[in-house]
């Protein structure tokens, strides 16, 4: 029995890293700049069908340039078989380098990174343009998800291109109201935040669900009660998360 627990315990890991291994590993480079990412292809995949495309931003622990870390969180939602089968779409998970961020791209909101503009985030946004001419790829159903720093991301790319987005879920984020006039009327939002979160106070969401509201926008927020700044855990667990995102669809 010891040993058979000792065979479990080497196994499961090493099961783990196969199944990320699952999102191939990419580069999109830009003369001379270089976004690393990881993309994860519909299960079953058919050159003939288009497919929803799913884009995550991951949160500022996970920076670096391994292509590897940014699936820390978020990925096993995904590359869950149940999900694969009920939800067959893209998913990208890019990553920022340590140097970098998911910050304001037009109107840059400023953060604890020292970094005013976000070279970074403008890359997801150019390879986001480029992806989404492909033809197996449907345009009505892009949705955009991202934890802490990629929540505050979220908001940030919703304001670049408003137009691009069906669903967004904002994390434990925090982002600039006075930009939320492009995207409220246009894009579902789900927000959630823990109320016990010291990194980013619960009341940067609540401030960005008000600004939406006032904006004439209709967003689902979600306050887990005594969660602190991990609320993606929760928030991942939600039987609807992956339901609620794919049920929405471009002027529909």
Known sequence: MKNYKKFILIFFPFLLFSQTELFEKKKFIVENDTLRYRILAPLDYDANEKYPLHLFLHGAGERGNDNE?????????????????????WVIFPQSPKNDWWGGYYDPYKYDYNVKRSKSLELVIKLMDIFIERQ?????KIYVSGLSMGGLGTFSILNARPEMFAAATPICGDGDPSSVENFAKKVAIWIFHGSADKVVLPQQSLK??????????????????NVGHNSWDTAFAEKDFLKWIHSKTKNK
Do not use: C, W
Not at 75 to 82: A, E, I, V, Y
Not at 136 to 140: C, Q
């Open 136 to 140: 197996d790829v449907d345009t009505n």
């Open 69 to 89: 870390l940014q699936l820390f969180h978020g990925s096993n939602l995904f590359l869950n078989n149940t999900n694969r089968k009920k939800y067959k779409s």
């Open 208 to 225: 960005m669900a008000n600004a939406i509201l006032n904006a004439g926008g209709n967003p689902k927020i979600t306050i887990y009660e």
